[in-house]
């Protein structure tokens, strides 16, 4: 069974910041890129950051370029979002996702993605 689990989301006061975590099963995590989006309620999924499968490459939305760095580690099957100088609008569930891709290229579509976790929500207040 694939699985992959979000955890670290909570409420953070503006300026704060929240580690995200994504742990992964089920696939063989070394052909997949991987990602993070993010939905707020009554809004569509938008793309956050998304990372190759060496993890030489990343590839950010505008909204977080210089906030919000995403690594990976192969040996644990693990991908992480670190996010700093958070801002109300960063409220959103945000879910981890797997495209299987063994290149530098990135995509930013959520159509590209094979597998989804459940999400967690992160919460900034003013």
């Known amino acids: 069974q694939v699985q992959l689990v979000e955890s670290g989301g909570g409420l953070v006061q503006a300026g704060g910041s929240l580690t995200l975590s994504c742990t992964t099963s089920g696939f063989t995590f070394t052909s997949y890129a991987m990602a993070w989006f993010r939905q707020a309620p009554g809004k569509e999924r938008l793309f956050v950051a998304a990372i190759n499968w060496t993890g030489s490459y990343q590839r950010y939305a505008d909204s977080v370029k210089g906030r919000f760095t995403i690594s990976r580690d192969n040996a644990k099957n693990t991908v992480t979002l670190q996010m700093n100088s958070l801002k109300p609008e960063d409220t959103a569930v945000y879910y981890c996702?797997?495209?299987?891709?063994?290149?530098?290229?990135?995509?930013?579509?959520?159509?590209?993605?094979?597998?989804w976790g459940q999400g967690t929500q992160v919460t900034v207040s003013s």
């Open positions: 996702a797997a495209d299987y891709r063994l290149n530098r290229l990135i995509s930013a579509t959520r159509e590209d993605y094979d597998y």
